[in-house]
Each structure stands twice: as structure tokens, then as C-alpha cells.
């Protein structure tokens, strides 16, 4: 005689299931990105990626083009400068229209030579992986999370270069520092924690959590 398994116990199972496994990710995420994480990650050196200004000369006829401007760093890394400007209309900026959206960019890194691909969500052990391959990696960030930064009236969304990490570290060349302390923004040291909540909490602005934009090919030998 076999005992009856009352109806709906096993929808019940199957989605405590789920849960269970959800909460097992996340947990596995939050551990990663905590300073003291016993979850090893690997440690790059800072990359020699040429830094560009959204607000240099080559990057004068649009207020809004970070994104521009990472991809200019990223093509110059490997050995093509192009103006922001141009990049920037490659990626169909218009005047007034304050972003640009990743496949924008992927876009007009492709018409220059390099194919980049869109990864979410991603944690930071993916970006040290592609640094220590000598791959810069472009990621979308809450600005207001950031403590050092020269613009304290922008708080939204932004797009940086990934140049290095560490452990407790993550390496950023920010595209919005200009005049004197223009160089400010090279090599920008960032805590993991802070740097995460960045990254996580693009959400507030619209867009989604933790994207990055890795280079997959290159006109270049690799």
C-alpha cells in the first residue's frame, strides 16, 4: 500500500525547487562581490589602454557621448584612433538625445574593425577573465553610485571601460573628467563594493543590471 501524495505537492516541491536554486545564485553573486569573498577571483594587471575624454576636442558636438568615447578606447587598444565625434555619429547620435544604447555602440565599434557582444548579467570574476586576456571590457554604471567623480550633477546611467581588478578593486577608465583634472579619470580606482552597486543598480535608471560589452573579434592578430 503506497501512501497518497496530496494534490499539488509536487507544483509545490517544483517551485521551492526553484526558489531554492534562485537564492542559491544570488547568494553565490553577493559573496563574489563582497571585499572579503573567500570566492577566489582572478587578478589582472591594469591594462596600457590609451584614455579618451568625452570631453577632449575630438568629442565636441555631443554632450552625451561616453559611450563614444569608451569605444574610442577600446579601438585604440587595439591600434585604431578614431574620433569621438565620429564614433559617436557611427553609433547615430543626434543632438538632444542624452545615450547610447549598446547596440548602438557594438555598431559602430563594428564598422571600425572590432565585434563586441552584449553579456548579462555578468559578476566581476567575467570582467577579470577578459582583462587577463588583454580584453578591455565596456560596462553601463549608475553614476550617482560613484564617489569620485568630477561631475556631481549627472547621477545616471554611464559608460565606462573596465582596465584592471584586484581583490578588493576594480580599475575604470571614466570618460567624464575634463580641464586640469582631466587624467583623473584614467586608471579610476573603484571598491569591488562599490563598483557592484554601480553596475547592479543601472536598474534605477532603466536599464539593465550588470551588462557588459566584451570584445569577441578584432581586425588584429590576438
Request: proline letters at 5%; aromatic letters at 6%; hydrophobic letters at 40%.
Given at each position: ?43 589582472s ?5 590609451p ?44 543632438t538632444?538625445?542624452?545615450?547610447t ?35 578591455p571590457?565596456i ?8 564617489n ?10 554611464h559608460?565606462?571601460v573596465?582596465v ?59
Open positions: 500500500m503506497t501512501n497518497a501524495v496530496p494534490e499539488g505537492t509536487e507544483l509545490v516541491l517544483a517551485k521551492a525547487m526553484r526558489e531554492l536554486a534562485a537564492n542559491m545564485i544570488s547568494f553565490a553573486t553577493l559573496l563574489e562581490s563582497s571585499p572579503l569573498s573567500p570566492v577566489p577571483v582572478p587578478v594587471s591594469v591594462l596600457a589602454v584614455y579618451r575624454s568625452q570631453w577632449d576636442a575630438d568629442g565636441s558636438d555631443y554632450a552625451s557621448d561616453c559611450g563614444p568615447a569608451c569605444v574610442a578606447m577600446v579601438l585604440e587598444h587595439y591600434g585604431v584612433r578614431v574620433d569621438i565625434n565620429q564614433l559617436a555619429r557611427d553609433a547615430g547620435m543626434v538632444g538625445r542624452p545615450y544604447l549598446p547596440a548602438d555602440l557594438i555598431r559602430a565599434a563594428d564598422l571600425h574593425g572590432v565585434t563586441l557582444i552584449r553579456r548579462l548579467p555578468c559578476v566581476i570574476s567575467d570582467l577579470a577573465i577578459e582583462l587577463d586576456a588583454g580584453r571590457a560596462v553601463l554604471i549608475h553614476y550617482g553610485s560613484l569620485n567623480r568630477q561631475d556631481r550633477n549627472y547621477t545616471k546611467g559608460w565606462v573596465v584592471g581588478v584586484d581583490r578588493d578593486t576594480v580599475y575604470i577608465h571614466d570618460p567624464n573628467w575634463r580641464g586640469n583634472v582631466r587624467d583623473n579619470g584614467r586608471a579610476l580606482a573603484v571598491s569591488r563594493v562599490e563598483f557592484y552597486e554601480a553596475w547592479e543598480k543601472c536598474k534605477l535608471d532603466g536599464n539593465s543590471a550588470r551588462q557588459c560589452l566584451m570584445v569577441v573579434r578584432t581586425g588584429t592578430a590576438q
